[in-house]
């Protein structure tokens, strides 16, 4: 039963259009979350991550967006570049009491940039 | 510079032959993971340590052991590997007092033959 979702394996865009990317969860117990980058033949990369008391982060070209109620995240980038092209992997934990230090995955969404 | 690092890269080994993948860290975190990926799969924590303690998961299989020598050094060993265990090995550190993420390491990309 998987309590993270990323239900598009793949997506294409055009450099300079904004990517967006979505994930969704299950379990409610779930109040932290994060977005890794992973390129091939390498390990997953920090990328930025939202509290449940906030619903937007942003940090430069990224912004994750939180709906609680939907139990839903996103992440967009804009504007894409080549270099974003990557799998992007949307994980969670709680944020405090046992296992919050845990993350559980997603499947990832293989994000390819078209020059 | 490599925070989080994995030894070998890449491991061959054959069908029920015992093969050890290790992970060192110069992040001095409390917390260590270990995660199993397979092809187009979400990346599955097996088990972790916390400090000494170790926590694994209800359904990681006996098969798959580890051991933590110190703050630095962590092991998976994997008994007897078989096909279904052919997957990348993926190592994972955190500081459980100020948690922002996990750093990973590159991986271990384990061949069963």
């Known amino acids: 039963d998987q309590q993270v979702k990323q239900n598009s394996p793949s997506l294409s865009v055009q450099e300079g259009r904004i990517s967006i990317l979505n994930c969704d969860y299950t379990n409610s117990m779930f109040d932290y979350f994060l977005w890794y980058k992973k390129y091939p033949a390498e390990g997953p990369t920090f990328l930025i991550s939202i509290s449940s008391i906030k619903d937007k982060n942003e940090d430069g070209r990224f912004t994750v967006f939180l709906n609680k109620s939907a139990k839903h995240l996103s992440l967009h980038i804009v504007p894409s570049q080549p270099g974003d092209s990557a799998v992007y992997f949307c994980?969670?934990?709680?944020?405090?009491?046992?296992?919050?230090?845990?993350?559980?995955f997603g499947k990832g969404t293989k994000l390819s940039v078209i020059p | 510079d490599a925070m989080v690092i994995q030894n070998p890269r890449y491991q061959v080994t054959q069908f029920g032959k015992p093969v050890t993948l290790s992970c060192s860290q110069t992040l001095n975190h409390n917390v260590m993971y270990w995660y199993q990926q397979k092809s187009s799969q979400a990346p599955k924590l097996l088990f972790h340590?916390?400090?000494?303690?170790?926590?694994n998961e209800a359904d990681t299989p006996d098969n798959f052991q580890s051991r933590r020598p110190n703050t630095s050094f962590c092991f998976l060993d994997i008994r007897s590997p078989g096909l279904g265990d052919a997957a990348m090995y993926l190592c994972?550190?955190?500081?459980?007092?100020?948690?922002?993420?996990?750093?990973f390491g590159q991986g271990t990309r384990l061949t069963v033959v």
């Open positions: 994972a550190t955190s500081n459980s007092i100020a948690w922002t993420e996990a750093f």
């Open positions: 340590y916390y400090d000494k303690d170790f926590n």
């Open positions: 994980a969670a934990k709680r944020d405090s009491g046992a296992g919050s230090y845990q993350l559980t």
